[in-house]
C-alpha cells in the first residue's frame, strides 16, 4: 500500500487561506504534518482559522495587493518558522462584464489581485528557497485561463497569465532546486461561486440557480467540485509524491477540459 503524503517539518504558506478552498488547502497541508502560515487580509478569519488548527498554524495579516505588505508577511513568516519550503498563491477575485463595460478599473483589480500578486508573492520567498536549494510554489489558475469567454475576459487573462508564470518560474529555477506548477480548477462550491452565479446569470439573463444548474449539467463527472477536490490535488503537489513535475497546470475540473 502506498504510503500517506507526509509534509512533517515542512513550512508553508497559503495566500488568501481563511476561507473557501484557501481555508481546504491549509487544512489539507496541516493535516499532513506541515506549519502553515495564513496569509490573509482579514486578519480575524486568518487568526480564527489558525486558532482551531492549534499549534500547526499560524495567521500573518497580508494584503497581497500590495508589495510592502508580502514582503513584512515573508519576514514574519520566516521569523516564526525559520524558512518558507511551500507557496501555495490561492488569493484571487471575480467579476464578470462583458466585453464592451470593461473598464480600467475593472481590469487593473483583476490583475493585480489574481496575476501580478502571483509573481510578487513568488519573488519575495525565492530567495529563501534558493538559499535552501529546495521549494515548491504551487499556484491556483483555473480552466478559465484555459478557454475563452464571452463575460469575464479580465479573469480568464489573468489566470492565462498564472499559466504562463508559473512555466517561466519551473524553467528558471528548476536548477536552484525549486518546483513551481498550478492547478486549474472548475465550478467549485464556494463563496465566489455564488458571486459568479449571481454576475453571471444577470449577464447571461437567468436565476443564480438556473446558471449553477446548467453548468453543474455540463460536467461529465456529474457534480460541482468541492474545495476538498483544489486541497488533495495541491497536497500532492506540495509533497515529494509529485517530485518530478514541474512547470504543469492540472487540470482539476471534473472533466470540463480534456486539452491542454
Known amino acids: 500500500m502506498a504510503s500517506k503524503i507526509d509534509l512533517s517539518g515542512r513550512n508553508a504558506v497559503v495566500t488568501g487561506g481563511a476561507q473557501g478552498i484557501g481555508r481546504a488547502i491549509v487544512e489539507r497541508l496541516s493535516e499532513s504534518g506541515a506549519a502553515v502560515a495564513i496569509w490573509d487580509r482579514d486578519g480575524k478569519l486568518a487568526a480564527d482559522a489558525a486558532a482551531e488548527l492549534g499549534g500547526s498554524a499560524i495567521a500573518v495579516g497580508c494584503d497581497v495587493m500590495r508589495l510592502t505588505e508580502i514582503e513584512a508577511a515573508r519576514d514574519t513568516t520566516v521569523t516564526a518558522l525559520g524558512r518558507i519550503d511551500i507557496l501555495v ?30 509573481f510578487f508573492a513568488t519573488q519575495a520567498v525565492l530567495p529563501t528557497m534558493i538559499a535552501a536549494k529546495h521549494g515548491n510554489i504551487i499556484s491556483l489558475a483555473s480552466m478559465a485561463g484555459k478557454v475563452g469567454s464571452k463575460t469575464n475576459l479580465p479573469y480568464n487573462a489573468s489566470k492565462a497569465a498564472v499559466v504562463s508564470m508559473t512555466k517561466s518560474i519551473a524553467l528558471a529555477h528548476a536548477a536552484d532546486g525549486i518546483r513551481a506548477n498550478c492547478v486549474c480548477p472548475g465550478f467549485v462550491e464556494t463563496d465566489m461561486w455564488n458571486m459568479v452565479a449571481r454576475d453571471q446569470s444577470a449577464l447571461l439573463g437567468m436565476s443564480p440557480e438556473e446558471f449553477t444548474s446548467q453548468r453543474e449539467k455540463s460536467v461529465p463527472l456529474g457534480r460541482m467540485e468541492r474545495p476538498e477536490d483544489v486541497a488533495n490535488v495541491i497536497g500532492f503537489l506540495a509533497s ?17 477540459v480534456m486539452h491542454g
Open 89 to 118: 498563491n490561492n488569493a484571487g477575485i471575480y467579476r464578470a462584464a462583458a466585453t464592451l463595460d470593461i473598464t480600467e478599473e475593472h481590469w487593473d483589480a483583476i490583475m493585480t489581485i489574481n496575476a501580478k500578486a502571483v
Open 240 to 256: 515529494s509524491k509529485s517530485g518530478y513535475m514541474t512547470g504543469q497546470a492540472l487540470s482539476v475540473d471534473g472533466g470540463l
